[in-house]
């Protein structure tokens, strides 16, 4: 079956524009989660929806947000770009069922560079 | 609350020679346990899961990962090292709570195989 998919792959943005990253998960899966990687932070959780609820919050602003649809699709939107949102954002899709024993499955990633 | 610690950000092995990634984790409540790979330009793909079911793990590409609970590891082997294993890799932690997919990751070790 088809795997996770993030769209685009690549964004170039402003600082102080805004931006909107999409993932859909594996098909069936209802929990999303989201990740920044960057190489001085690391792996960083953002945020996880699971049935269109935000489930789980990481430590980052306001600026950052998110929403999921009915079809299980994910959008993050980050408002007010600055230099140091440049990053690899992951998105993440497993079942999030019981028992927990579920991994989650990545995509590719969206290499957002603000300038 | 949770943590990984990977010692050694990089490391080197000849091809043909072992393979050991370490990873020591911290956690109120059994945790499950992930190695991921990430190729560049990549999402992370999982190589195996500790979920309490067997203490050695077996994954995919010849690796296995022991659980040891008394020294809190949970260690990456590979008995023989390809060219094709360079790539950066990362131990991840979940806490068995109902509810929560989101993954607490190390730093990421970066493996260099020398031909």
């Known amino acids: 079956k088809a795997g996770v998919t993030q769209t685009p792959r690549y964004l170039i943005k402003t600082r102080g524009q805004q931006v909107t990253l999409s993932c859909s998960p594996i098909?069936?899966?209802?929990?999303v989660s989201w990740y920044q990687q960057t190489p001085g932070q690391g792996l960083q959780f953002l945020f996880e929806?699971?049935?269109?609820?935000?489930?789980n919050k990481g430590n980052f602003p306001g600026r950052f947000s998110g929403r999921q649809f009915s079809n299980s699709r994910s959008e993050m939107n980050v408002s007010t770009l600055e230099l140091g949102d440049s990053a690899l954002y992951l998105c993440a899709s497993s079942s999030g069922r019981q028992p927990m024993n579920t991994e989650a499955f990545f995509g590719q990633g969206t290499r957002l560079t603000v300038v | 609350a949770q943590s990984v610690t990977q010692l050694g950000s990089h490391v080197s092995v000849s091809e043909g020679a072992l393979v050991l990634l370490r990873c020591n984790y911290s956690?109120?409540?059994?945790?499950?346990l992930f190695w991921y790979v990430q190729y560049p330009n990549q999402g992370l793909q999982l190589l195996l899961k500790y979920t309490s079911a067997a203490t050695l793990v077996k994954g995919i590409n010849g690796f296995e990962a022991e659980f040891k609970k008394s020294e809190t590891s949970f260690h990456l082997t590979k008995p023989s090292a390809h060219m094709s294993d360079a790539a950066e890799y990362f131990c991840a932690v979940r806490e068995s709570n109902f509810g929560n997919e989101k993954l607490t990751f190390g730093t990421g070790t970066r493996l260099t195989i020398i031909p």
């Open positions: 098909s069936g899966h209802r929990s």
């Open positions: 929806y699971f049935s269109e609820t935000q489930r």
């Open positions: 956690s109120s409540v059994p945790p499950y």
